[in-house]
């Protein structure tokens, strides 16, 4: 085949204990899925999940044990983190029922779904599209994959972050108000999943903002932790 200039490389991540990588196709990313979160962004109850996308690209994923470097993005001055367990699909399928979810799940990962909260909020309130806030370079740093026979229960797992060594968010992957296998019902029937999509599930309570210089370090329990710094 030939193209009118190089594609662009393939978007990855690594892989635990593997000099393979994982080939990211989508990344499909969960709304409001902590009740405490939804609390704190003006919400309440258990209403139908929702979803939005980051393009495979805003993927930054480590390289050796150094921290993810994020530049400081442009047009905000209100950078938010939002830890969350990210779930690669491996086997796709479309209208999957939860009770075989767990079978399309290659691994998990801790990821960032970093947000221009000012921009973000400047868009609901005109009722337009948030892609501005969520979908720009370097908004997902999302740490090595580990393979789900790895992972151990993820479904009881421990969830944090922390900034300059600070706790900022802290819960557990229990609280989810969509669980993973109920999750990926849901968003099967309005896309067709593919092996290498990823899903970020959603953040718990304590998003807030940082600056460049700072460090954030979040992790799952029984999952390589991620840290970011993030940069001028």
């Not at 593997?18 to 009740?35: E, K, L, Q």
């Not at 029922?97 to 399309?104: D, V």
């Not at 789900?148 to 969830?159: M, S, T």
């Not at 999750?183 to 593919?194: G, K, N």
């Amino acid at each position: 085949m030939q193209f009118a200039f190089p594609p662009a490389p393939q978007a990855s991540l690594p892989i635990v204990d593997s000099t393979d990588r994982f080939p990211v196709h989508r990344i499909y990313c969960v709304g409001r899925n902590y009740a405490e979160h939804a609390k704190e962004m003006g919400f309440t109850g258990r209403e139908a999940p929702f979803f939005f996308m980051k393009p495979a690209d805003a993927v930054v994923a480590p390289t050796g044990d150094a921290p993810v470097q994020m530049p400081y993005p442009s047009l905000t001055s209100n950078l938010h983190h939002e830890i969350e367990l990210v779930v690669a699909i491996g086997k796709g399928g479309k209208n999957i029922p939860a009770s075989e979810a767990f079978a399309h799940i290659w691994g998990y990962a801790v990821g960032l779904d970093m947000t221009r909260r000012d921009l973000q909020n400047e868009m609901k309130k005109q009722g337009r599209p948030w892609c501005i806030g969520k979908a720009f370079e370097y908004s997902a740093p999302i740490g090595p994959v580990t393979p789900a026979a790895q992972a151990g229960d993820i479904e009881q797992a421990d969830i944090w972050l922390q900034v300059n060594s600070q706790d900022r968010q802290r819960s557990q992957i229990g609280q989810l108000i969509w669980n993973i296998a109920e999750t990926i019902e849901h968003l099967s029937q309005a896309w067709e999943l593919q092996p290498g999509d990823l899903i970020m599930t959603g953040t718990p309570e304590g998003v807030g903002a940082v600056q460049v210089g700072d460090l954030l370090e979040g992790g799952v329990t029984g999952l390589t932790a991620l840290r970011v710094s993030i940069t001028a």
